[in-house]
Structure formats: structure tokens, C-alpha cells
């Protein structure tokens, strides 16, 4: 897009009223693959290429986009951007666009787009052996893959004019078992900011084989027990229950609104000493890295929680006008058909001083969740939910036997104070984060956790 | 470059290329949407935009293509690309494109209503439910969101059978939820009303039951563990009922991703069960008269007195199984492939109403909200756990709210032990297609709770 096309949307949107005008314009070109019981079965590729077109006006934030990006329609979009702000006499600033450059923090070494579409497919292949080798109870394998390539351009009415390049690619495997009428599953979904290089950090037929094991595990296992009890979460995707249970409720979409549980306890203890947690849009290659936020902020890394102090939220710039704080870049969206809000990158508990194994020693009876599914929470009463996706038994000291079907829920605030115990064994996990800006890659993690009583939603 | 002509080079350039059966599907769609809080605009979006996906066939094999850009350059990548994509393809199953006329009969177009509506009137209307919601009861102590939401999708769809169609859907509506607090607990209520006719959204009705939703749960309390007879209201009937959806995809029966494999003719639930498919459903805004594929959708019972007589079909499912396809193949995008989804979920009501389930059941639980389907029911094993709340049943009666409860079973256990249908059919909060179900009264199930 001609910068001349740029520096007139912003001024018809700054002309109409705003006092801030934002342009977003994004090309991706993305490739997905779907493998099942080792035969290729879907390819598509392809490529949108759109623009957002945003306008703020004192605590009002008006949104359009188009993905006709004829200077017409550009022009157009701006024009109802005004229109709607409905204020009147603004002065229009001139319009001195300077471009930022910062350094990449997410070099790429093998671009996806440049790795041949086979490579790829006797990648998946390789994933596919390693699941289906691993045991007769294995009835059917699902392999994905996917990656992209976004380019951005942000500029504003600031005078911002800043570009970034995100490549991301996941693999994502899916094993099913069956026992008589019965059938399990199994998944990973290893993902990176990086390119096909990722591919080279890990054992993808090893990888095959781990969702085979969750499948096999829990096929052979009974159902968890139900009620009140202690739970031991493990690291990695553990760190969802950090993600919904907390992070959610951080995020300024609901704390501007009051609308948060967490909303006026900026400095105060809401956690147990013990539990520090972070965000971390900086970390190389990170899932849910990036050298600048979808504002065109440069992205950081932000102390949430620190000896159970909260110290953060996590702020975009609409939130920060309406909570009259600064950005911590911290402003994602799914694609230019969103406006963009707060939202969560790498986030994750910090270690504490225990080995793991030193905490199922130290239980007595518990439920140990080795992996994490997904969840949710509710931020404005904090209420979440999440399901095990590999769970044991802990029974004095020693992890006994398998169980499946187990739900956690809760009240974040509540669980918080609750962790007890933190292991030394910090590590991450990929997932996709849904909210009001759409569905977006982001990290979660934590080491190995110990929460003193939560409802384990079994069978009685 | 107008759609037409994007097609004819997409066209010509895929017969230069010997590509046997191609097709290309096109939407352009609008959408609307404003928020409000505090009697303020909080969000406001005016957008539009389009796009196309080229499908090439050549020996029973697909790729696929999309762009946003309609030039020459893409009207040949498009086609280079999806050429290239499908010589990767090594399944065995045999993908075709359509080759029956597409005529479509007794239908009527959305009719855009909602973009008759002014913007002003939108917004008005958003800061009255809004408003609404916060006088109905003082223990309402805010409205987190409230929504103005409208669309419409227009699908141009030609293959190189010479079939060609275009229709538009889409409809709009409100949705809002309001947080009540007795200084202890918060509680949250939400609800929504969709339709293609912006005349019937009752907003005095939206903001009563968004507010009953909200504080009718103050005070609530867990439960102790154990079985109890259950009434689940329509709402999360519906949400649940997102399982059996997936199980009667014949993708996932042919890919042994469904418990419903060789089960067709057989009794699957209880013979009180019978639920249908519909193209149309009254105010629904997922009616439509062709699935992506270019196959006239079609009314069918997929399950009728709990016996199983129908999986829903693409046109690749249907040739493996040797049947037709019945037009349950859709694109919820250009950018994705094709799926197979219902359009429009009828399950037959039953004549009790809901204080009738309530006398029936005499003890029990009602539920009125589950959370956690994404991650807590899982399709392929039918098992689910969901975090829930709703109403204890005393004597035929609420007796008080109740929170922090996991409710969890099978999907076609569950379904087997229902006892009663419900009168109260309405349309249940579920994305991807339209879902109307009544409540129901299920035997057994089991709750955690920690009391």
C-alpha cells in the first residue's frame, strides 16, 4: 500500500474526530496439511491480504476493514470511521510517519514456504509411524500440519511506522485407541515461532509415539474419583490452569471495564508467596513471540505476579486509555478482521525450589495431572474449568494408578492462594487462545505445581 | 476485477492446465457489531470483505487454493497452487465435484433487513438493553457485555459442470451479560436473541431473562458428590448435543472417529428421541439452499424414534459409502475446506413443560449453564465433565442455586436414559449451525460437588 494511501486514511479518521487513528495492514500466506492413518488427505494453501482501519475517540474505539485495498474502498472504510465517531472540531495534526525498526528477536533460519510441500509431508509421515507403531490398541492417527508466514505494517496517527514479520508452524498429532465399544484419545501439538528448522529441536517419530501413550494410558484407565481434593499439576501444558485461572482476569478487556475479579488489587497478595508468573512476548522463536505487539509497541517482558503480589495487568493502548496506564505491548488480534485488545503471549508460573518428585513424595493422596487439556474461566466471577487429559492416582507418596475423564474447576482468586508447592521444572507448551480478538497462537507454562484442595469432577 | 471475471481466468487457466473438474466457491459478507458499557460506545465495527477458494480434481484427487486478491497474477497462482497441492494427496478415497443441476426451489433469499435498520437505531437499542438490564434488579452491578451484532454472507459457487448459483443468508441480533454481586459472591447471566427479522428482537424480554440469569444464582452453593436426576434446560441439551453432531459426520465414521460406526438402522437413544436436519427453520440465520459443494440441502431425520437412519454427508463420504450426498458439506470460509455440519438441528419437543419436568423429577437438579465443552466432552469417546450450575429441585420445586458442580457422563448413555421431553423448544447458543432443542429430564447422572 502507497504511504501516500496510508497518510490519508489516517487523516480522514483523524479529521472525523479521533483522537487517535491506527492503520493495520496484513498479507499471510499460510499451508495446512491433514494427514489420517498415514495417508495425505487435505492440502490447502493461500493468501489473505486486508486492512484495519481503527479510530479512538475519547473512550470509544471504532473498527473497519476491507480486504479490497483499491484507495476507493480504503477511503471508504476511513470515511465511515468518521463518520461514526461523531465528534466534531477536531484539529488534524500533520502527519510525520517515522519508521521504527527494532531488532528481530525471532530469526528464522528454514522459511516454510521455502521448504518443499513433500518435506513437509514425510515429516508428517514420520509422526504418523511413530503413533501407529506404538501399540494394537492404536485404532486411528491424525496428523496436521500447518504454517504461515504474516507481514505486517502498523502506522498511526502518532506518527508510528512499524513492520514485522511472524513465521509460526505446529504439528499437530492425534491418536485414537479403542478397547471393545470404547475409544480414547491422545494429543500433542508442538508449535514455534520458527521455521522449518523446529522440526530439527525434537524427535518427530518420538513425538508420534507420546500421543500414542496418552491414548493407551487412559483406555486401560478408570475413571478419576470425584470431589475435594489435593492435585498435583505437571509442567508444561499444566500451565493452562495459570493461563484461564489468572491470566484471563489480568488482561485489560475486563480489569478497564471493572469487570475482573483482580480489577483493584494492583500491590496486593493474591497469591501464595510462592507463586511469581510472567508474560513474555520477548522469548526467541516463542510460540506467542513477536518483535512488536499489533499496535506497533514493541513487546516486553511484564512481571504479572511476584511473591503473590500483583504487580501487572496486561495492556493494550485502548485499555490504557481507559485505565489511564501505559501499553505493556500487549495488544494481539487474530487477523485484520479484528480490532485488536489485550491479550497474553508466553505466559507462565516461574520455578520454585522443589524437584517434582519431592512433591508427589511429600502427598499423601492426590490427584496427579500429568497433561492438561484445555479450559476456560469466566473472568467476572473467576470461575474456570479444565480437563486432565492424563491423570494418576498419588496414594502415600507414589503415583499408583491411571485415570481418565477428570475435570478440574474452581475460582481462580481461590486457587491461587492455594498452590502450595513449585518444582524446578519450568517448561512450556503451545495452544490457541480464544477471547474477543479472535483465536491466537499462545505459550503456557509452568513447572510442576501442587494445589492444596480443588473439585476433581470424576465419578462418584 | 468483479467476480465474474475472476472466474472466467480461474476457469481458463485450469482448463490450459488439464485439470479434469475444478470449482471455485466465492463469499463476500458484511458485518456490523457495536458494544456498549456504561451507556457508551465501547466497540463499533463496519466491515466487509470477501475472498475465493479454487478446488482442482484430477484422478479422484483434491487441492485446494484461496486468495483475497482478485487479479491475474492469483487468478493463475490459485490454480498452479491447488494443482500442486492435490499431486500430494495419497488417500485412497476419491473426491469429485457435482454434477447434478443445482435448481433451487421454494426459496427465499435473506432479505437484508437489518441493514434497513439505521446505525443510530442499532446503537440506541444496545444502550436501551443495556439500560434495561441494570434497573431490573439493584443487585445488577454491571453489564460486562452488550452486544449489536448483524451479518450477511453472499456465496457465488460454479464449477466446470457448468453448475452456478449464488445465495445470500445471515441475520442478526443482541446478546448480553450482566454481572449481580450480593458482596460476597458475583454471579454471571448471559443470554441472546438471533433471527433474520429485526422486528421480533424483544429487548425487554433479552434484558429480564439476561438479569433473572444473573441474580437467580446469588446465593449459590456446591452440592455434596453423588448421582441425581437431572432436568438440563435447552441451552446446555444444545451445547451437549455438539457431541452427537460430531458422531454423525461420515468423515469421522469412516475415519473410526465416531462411536456411530455400523450402527445405522440400529437403536442408538431412547425411542422418545427423534431429530431432524432442516434447510429452513423459521428466523434462522443458518438457512441455506445448497451446501458449498453445489448440492441442494435437503430436510431429513437423522434420528427417528432413538434409531439411527442417516449419517450427514459430503459428496467425497457419500461416494465411499455408496449413497447420495445430502448436502451437509460447508465452507465455514473460503480459507478453510469443506466440513461436514447440520444446518439447522430440530429435536422433537415433547408436551411437558418445565415446571411439569420439575414435578416429574420431584428431587433433583436443574441445570441452567455447563461450561468447559471445548476441553471437557471429548467426541470421539462420547465421555464428557463439564464445570455446571443451575437450580436444587425440592419437591417439585426450586429449592436454591447451586455452583461449583461437575457434571459429567456419556453422551449416548445419556440420551438412552432420558425420561421426559420438554414443550419449551427454542434455540440454543451454539456458533456453527442453528440448534433448537427443548429441555429434558434424564434419569441419572453424576455430579461432584464439594459440600
Known amino acids: ?460 | 476485477m468483479n467476480i465474474k471475471e475472476f472466474k472466467r481466468l480461474v476457469f481458463q487457466n485450469a482448463r490450459q492446465k488439464e485439470i479434469d473438474n475444478f470449482e471455485l466457491f466465492h463469499t463476500s459478507s458484511h458485518e456490523f457489531e457495536c458494544s456498549i458499557n456504561k451507556g457508551e460506545i465501547q466497540s463499533y465495527k463496519d466491515a466487509e470483505n470477501g475472498g475465493s477458494s479454487f478446488k482442482a480434481v484430477k484422478n479422484g484427487k483434491a487441492g485446494y487454493s484461496y486468495t483475497e486478491d482478485y487479479n491475474e497474477d492469483e487468478a493463475m497462482r490459485i490454480v498452479i497452487d491447488a494443482l500442486e497441492n492435490l499431486q500430494l494427496i495419497d488417500s485412497d478415497d476419491i473426491d469429485a465435484i457435482s454434477t447434478s443441476e443445482v435448481v433451487i426451489k421454494n426459496w427465499k433469499d435473506y432479505s437484508m433487513a437489518f441493514d434497513e435498520i439505521s446505525t443510530n437505531k442499532k446503537i440506541a437499542d444496545t444502550k436501551l438493553l443495556e439500560a434495561q438490564i441494570q434497573k431490573k434488579d439493584s443487585r445488577i452491578i454491571m453489564v460486562p457485555y452488550c452486544f449489536y451484532n448483524d451479518m450477511y454472507n453472499e456465496v457465488f459457487f460454479a464449477n466446470s459442470n457448468e453448475i452456478e448459483y449464488t445465495y445470500k443468508n445471515g441475520g442478526g441480533g443482541m446478546y448480553a451479560g450482566a454481572m449481580a454481586s450480593n458482596g460476597k459472591q458475583n454471579k454471571f447471566g448471559m443470554d441472546f436473541d438471533f433471527t433474520t427479522d429485526p422486528q421480533k428482537l424483544d429487548i425487554e424480554k433479552l434484558a429480564n431473562s439476561v438479569a433473572e440469569k444473573a441474580v437467580g444464582l446469588l446465593d449459590a452453593k456446591s452440592i455434596k458428590s453423588g448421582k441425581y436426576q437431572v432436568v438440563l434446560n435447552y441451552n446446555v441439551l444444545g451445547n451437549i448435543l455438539g457431541l452427537l453432531v460430531q458422531m454423525i459426520s461420515a468423515e469421522n465414521v469412516q475415519k473410526g472417529f465416531s462411536l456411530l460406526k455400523n450402527k445405522l438402522g440400529e437403536k442408538i437413544v431412547s425411542e422418545k428421541i427423534t431429530i431432524l436436519d432442516k434447510r429452513y427453520y423459521p428466523d434462522s440465520i443458518f438457512n441455506c439452499p445448497a451446501d458449498s459443494q453445489g448440492i441442494v440441502t435437503t430436510d431429513k431425520a437423522i434420528i427417528s424414534n432413538g434409531v439411527l437412519n442417516t449419517y450427514l454427508h459430503s459428496l467425497k463420504t457419500a461416494l465411499k459409502d455408496g449413497v447420495s450426498p445430502t448436502g451437509n458439506a460447508f465452507r465455514r470460509s473460503y480459507k478453510g475446506t469443506e466440513s461436514i455440519s447440520p444446518i439447522n438441528i430440530d429435536f422433537q419437543e415433547g408436551k411437558a413443560n418445565l415446571d411439569d419436568l420439575f414435578e416429574h423429577m420431584k428431587d433433583g437438579l436443574y441445570i441452567t449453564g455447563v461450561q468447559g465443552m471445548h476441553s471437557g466432552a471429548n467426541p470421539v469417546s462420547g465421555e464428557f465433565s463439564l464445570s455446571a450450575e443451575g437450580f436444587k429441585i425440592e419437591d417439585g420445586k426450586k429449592a436454591y442455586p447451586i455452583e461449583q458442580i461437575t457434571l459429567s457422563g456419556n453422551l449416548l448413555r445419556m440420551l438412552q436414559n432420558i425420561q421426559e421431553i420438554g414443550s419449551d423448544k427454542q434455540m440454543a447458543m451454539v456458533m456453527s449451525h442453528g440448534m433448537y432443542v427443548p429441555s429434558v429430564l434424564i434419569k441419572e447422572m453424576d455430579i461432584a460437588g464439594n459440600e
Request: charged fraction near 25%.
Open chain 1, 1 to 460: 500500500m502507497k504511504r501516500k494511501l496510508i497518510e490519508k486514511a489516517l487523516n480522514i479518521i483523524q479529521a472525523g474526530g479521533a483522537d487517535f487513528a491506527e492503520l493495520f495492514l496484513e498479507k499471510r500466506t499460510g499451508h495446512n496439511m491433514e494427514m489420517n492413518n498415514g495417508k495425505l488427505e487435505t492440502v490447502n494453501s493461500g493468501v489473505i491480504h486486508g486492512v484495519g482501519l481503527r479510530g479512538i475517540a475519547g473512550k470509544k474505539a471504532i473498527y473497519a476493514y476491507t480486504n479490497d485495498l483499491s484507495e476507493e474502498s480504503v477511503v471508504n472504510a476511513s470515511k465511515r470511521i468518521a463518520q461514526a465517531i461523531e465528534v466534531e472540531n477536531n484539529q488534524v495534526v500533520e502527519l510525520n510517519l517515522i519508521e521504527n525498526k527494532r531488532n528481530n528477536l525471532n530469526p528464522i533460519l528454514l522459511f516454510p514456504d521455502q521448504i518443499k510441500k513433500d518435506e513437509k509431508y514425510q515429516m508428517m509421515k514420520l509422526a504418523n509411524e511413530g503413533a501407529s507403531s506404538y501399540s494394537d490398541q492404536i485404532s486411528e492417527v491424525k496428523v496436521n500440519y500447518f504454517d504461515y508466514r504474516q507481514n505486517i505494517l502498523i502506522a498511526n496517527s502518532e506518527g508510528l511506522l512499524a513492520e514485522d514479520e511472524r513465521i509460526r508452524t505446529r504439528l499437530m498429532i492425534f491418536a485414537v485407541s479403542t478397547k471393545g465399544n470404547e475409544k480414547e484419545t491422545g494429543f500433542v501439538g508442538p508449535g514455534a515461532g520458527m521455521g522449518f528448522e523446529f522440526y530439527n529441536t525434537f524427535d518427530v517419530k518420538e513425538m508420534g509415539k507420546e500421543a500414542a501413550r496418552i491414548a493407551v494410558k487412559m483406555i486401560n484407565a478408570e475413571f478419576a474419583p470425584a470431589g475435594m481434593m489435593p492435585v498435583i499439576i505437571a509442567n508444561k501444558f499444566g500451565g493452562v490452569i495459570f493461563h484461564e485461572a489468572c491470566g484471563h482476569a489480568l488482561e485489560a478487556t475486563s480489569v478497564a471495564k471493572g469487570a475482573s475479579v483482580f480489577a483493584d488489587k494492583l500491590g496486593q497478595q493474591i497469591a501464595n508467596e510462592c507463586v511469581s508468573a510472567v508474560d513474555d512476548a520477548t522469548i526467541p522463536n516463542g510460540w506467542g513471540s513477536a518483535n512488536i505487539d499489533d499496535e506497533g509497541t514493541p513487546t516486553q517482558k511484564t512481571v504479572l505476579i511476584e511473591n503473590g503480589i500483583l504487580k501487572s495487568f496486561l495492556i493494550d493502548k485502548l485499555g490504557g486509555i481507559r485505565m489511564n496506564m501505559p501499553s505493556t505491548g500487549s495488544s494481539r488480534r487474530q487477523n485484520y478482521t479484528y480490532s485488536p485488545t489485550s491479550r497474553m503471549s508466553n505466559t507462565f508460573i516461574l520455578p520454585g525450589e522443589f524437584l517434582p518428585e519431592e512433591i508427589i513424595a511429600n502427598t499423601p493422596k492426590a490427584l496427579y495431572a500429568k497433561k492438561m487439556g484445555g479450559g476456560s474461566v469466566n473472568p467476572s466471577t473467576g470461575e474456570f474449568n479444565f480437563s486432565v487429559r492424563e491423570g494418576y492416582l498419588v496414594e502415600n507418596g507414589r503415583i499408583t494408578k491411571p485415570v481418565k475423564g477428570a475435570t478440574l474447576i474452581g475460582k481462580g482468586f481461590e486457587i491461587l492462594k492455594k498452590i502450595d508447592m513449585i518444582g524446578n521444572d519450568l517448561a512450556r507448551d503451545q495452544g490457541m487462545c480464544g477471547s474477543l480478538s479472535g483465536s491466537i497462537p499462545a505459550d503456557v507454562g509452568q513447572p510442576t505445581i501442587r494445589v492444596s484442595e480443588l473439585l476433581v469432577g470424576g465419578r462418584s
